[in-house]
Structure formats: structure tokens, C-alpha cells
């Protein structure tokens, strides 16, 4: 019994594989006739999964180049990120050099220009370093100025390297000039990060936004250099004079270039 069931069950078999031949023209095979139906779905899923297994394969392996394209893409736009970053500092820094070459020749000063490497303007005595020094000329009391107007003067000199006290150090003063009303005064760093004018005639009609300049008196700084802007006015009750405020036309915080003036 167990035979007959055996062999009705091979047959079932043939015969589904003839009728799946029949019903899927897709299924072709290099047999022919009774054996060709039985052999060909064989070879045809086989062949079929063959291929699935090899597309995926093939993905896989494209998947592989496309993520290694795709690094070096990311890579050689890091680099060109970089390279524009530079080419982008090398233009600012030529714009400021431009400034400071220019503000130069309108003064026809002898100068030294210099780098800043180093600066202190958050403690009480504020001052920055420059990459000049006496093998270069350099010498104590030069005045400094950037391409926005006054910074300072030279404190102290060494070999290749100087110290400046910016106008907002303590220890340092200048005579400087309302530009408007052409009255004098002395400014000076109050060690608090501001600039105030001492010495200023109370009669003067000072005004807000009034701009300061270098007045020449003192034999220190030339006339005529920026030096800030009219934030605040204190007049006192009593005496000849009043307290001027003034914000530095200086960005000490970003100052990069600076000329040395030789007297």
C-alpha cells in the first residue's frame, strides 16, 4: 500500500512540474518532450534563484564602490572647504593690509609694519605683543596704530619682539582733539575697559557721536589720528571741566596688523 502511495506521489509531482511548464511560457530549457517538462522548472528556478543571489551580490558589491565614491567625494570637499577657507583669509587679510598701506601713504609716515602674536586686553593693564622689535628699529615710546586709528605706544623691546600698552591700559595717555569743536583733552583707559577724556573744557558743547583725534600736543602722537567716538558726557557741579566717555574706534579684540611710527 505504501508503494502505491510512494509511486501516486512521484506522479502528482510530474505531473504539477508539466502542468507548472505549461502555465509559465517564461520556463525554457535546452530538454525536449516529457523529460524536458519535468527537468526544465528545475533549471529555470534554479537559474532564477542563481540570479536573485547574484543581482544581490552585485548590489552589494556596487553599494561597496558607491560608499568608497562617496568618500572620497566627502574628502576632496573637505579639502576644497578648507582650501576656500584660506583663500577667503588670505583676501581679508590682504583687504586690511591694503587698509593699513593706505591710511600709511595718506600720512607719508615712516613706519614698521608688524603682526600681532599675542594680547592682553581683558586684564587690568592692557597691552598686546608684536613680532617686531629692536633688531627691526623698534623703540620705547613709538607710537602704533592699525588702519582704524590709534592703539597705543611701545613699552617695551626686546630682539625680534616688543610689548605695546594699547589707550586703554591705565599706565598709558594722549592728548587727543574733538574733531568737531577743536577743544582738548587728555583720555586715558579708566581700567575698566572704557576710555574717558580728562581735562575737557565744561564750556564746550561736546555732543554725542562727536569724533576724537590726536591733537599733536605732547611731541607723543602725530595730529590728526582716530582715536573714538563720544559715548557719554559727564558735566560736574562744580570746576573748570567735564568726563567724556568715549568708545575706542579700535577693535583691540580683533587686531591682527598693526605699523609702528618712527619719529
Do not use: H
Request: glycine letters at 10%; proline letters at 2%.
Amino acid at each position: 500500500m505504501n508503494g502505491w502511495k510512494k509511486i501516486a506521489g512521484i506522479t502528482a509531482f510530474l505531473l504539477f512540474l508539466i502542468l507548472l511548464q505549461v502555465q509559465n511560457p517564461e520556463i525554457n530549457g535546452p530538454f525536449k518532450g516529457i523529460f524536458g517538462n519535468v527537468v526544465n522548472p528545475f533549471i529555470y528556478y534554479s537559474s532564477k534563484t542563481a540570479g536573485f543571489f547574484g543581482d544581490v551580490w552585485t548590489g552589494y558589491i556596487n553599494l561597496v564602490y558607491v560608499r568608497q565614491d562617496n568618500l572620497d567625494l566627502k574628502d576632496k570637499n573637505d579639502r576644497l572647504k578648507m582650501e576656500n577657507s584660506l583663500l577667503r583669509e588670505k583676501v581679508l587679510e590682504y583687504e586690511r593690509l591694503k587698509k593699513l598701506l593706505n591710511f600709511k601713504e595718506a600720512y607719508s609716515f615712516q613706519s614698521v609694519a608688524c603682526n600681532v602674536v599675542g594680547r592682553n586686553v581683558d586684564g587690568y593693564l592692557k597691552y598686546i605683543i608684536i613680532d617686531r622689535g629692536s633688531e627691526d628699529g623698534i623703540e620705547v615710546k613709538d607710537p602704533v596704530i592699525s588702519f582704524e586709528g590709534l592703539v597705543g605706544s611701545v613699552s617695551e623691546v626686546y630682539n625680534n619682539t616688543a610689548r605695546v600698552d594699547v589707550i586703554l591700559n591705565i599706565k598709558n595717555n594722549a592728548s587727543v582733539m574733538n574733531k568737531r569743536t577743536r577743544a582738548v583733552g587728555i583720555i586715558r583707559g579708566n581700567g575698566e575697559g572704557q576710555l574717558v577724556v580728562d581735562y575737557y573744557d565744561r564750556l564746550d558743547k561736546v555732543q554725542i557721536k562727536d569724533e576724537l583725534i590726536t591733537s599733536g600736543l605732547g611731541g607723543v602722537y602725530p595730529k590728526g589720528i582716530a582715536v573714538g567716538v563720544v559715548d557719554r558726557v559727564d558735566v560736574r557741579d562744580t570746576g573748570l571741566f567735564q568726563d567724556l566717555f568715549v568708545r575706542p574706534v579700535v577693535d583691540f579684540y580683533k587686531l591682527e596688523n598693526v605699523l609702528v611710527l618712527k619719529r
